[in-house]
């Protein structure tokens, strides 16, 4: 007989409670409508379980009920209540097979199913540090709220910004020849690559003050309130990865108006930087013509005009390769 927890123990475990309702006693007990509990239920990312199966916890009635208090309330409409938990449910679905993958990579081979042995550790051990991790998640969770919220608070003061158009750099970094490296590496040399190149990025756009938006596994999109700190970042990603000797990337920046939208940035700046992304040289760094206005006059960066290209969508454009002055090096 294999000494693995049962799924059902290893799911109150983590859920800290036992489960004892269904869908149909959960509705009774919170006083949310079947109709708008079905709607929140999706927007968690859950599936509907059948009327019959006991898969709730009394943790998921405070939540129902603290959701109910706050429509009766009037703080929130169904509507914004539906979009946060939206943001909640994608942020921490994606958290949680993160912590998840880190936890068994750390004990095992993750390309291969964990042993019972190591289940049976993990869960023994699960309590412990969710107790100890949940506090920092919800300071985390804070630290984020207060920079988003200053984020947004200096954007709507600006000049030249427009309500939710925030001016910002946009920078795309992508690793060379992806598609023919992840033919030539084995699966685990790969999801190694992947996480440096992630690793390496994410440090650096935190030490300058950018935000990453979002991952793609060989891209990164992370944006700068400045150009010289988008230019920044842009060029010690390069140098970074360049060091490492995995790869190379190629960074392609815009400066201007973006559109800023459940947590990602949308707009003509954004497609920009994209498309200069795409025609950069491994290990350059390419700026739009707004940019380069914006580090026009300082003395750390060494611009290069090069020749006008088509851009699909955005007509003719003007790249300019940004170097480090040739008599600085990065302090």
Known sequence: MSDAPDPRQIEELLLG????????DAIKRSGV???????LWRAFGFPHPADETIAFTEGDLDALVRIRELLHEGLLDEDMVLRMVRA???TMARLAEWQIDVIIGGLTDPLEPPPPEIVRLIVDHAQNHIAALEPLLVHAWRRQLAAAGTRALTASTAEDALPGRPRRVVGFADIVEFTETSRNLDERDLARLVERFEETASDIVA????RIVKTLGDEVLYTADTPALGTEIGLRIAEAVRAGGDTDVR???AYGLVLTL???VFGTTVNLASRLTSIARPGTVLADADLADGLRGGDAYELIRIGRRPARGLGIIQPYVVRRARWRAPG
């Not at 409670?17 to 149909?24: K, Q």
């Not at 030490?207 to 950018?210: F, R």
């Open 88 to 90: 909640v449910g994608q």
């Open 251 to 253: 960074v392609g920046m």
């Open 17 to 24: 409670g036992e489960l004892r309702y269904t869908r149909i």
């Open 262 to 264: 459940m947590g990602d």
């Open 33 to 39: 409508s079947e109709e708008f509990t079905q709607r």
């Open 207 to 210: 030490e300058h003050g950018g």
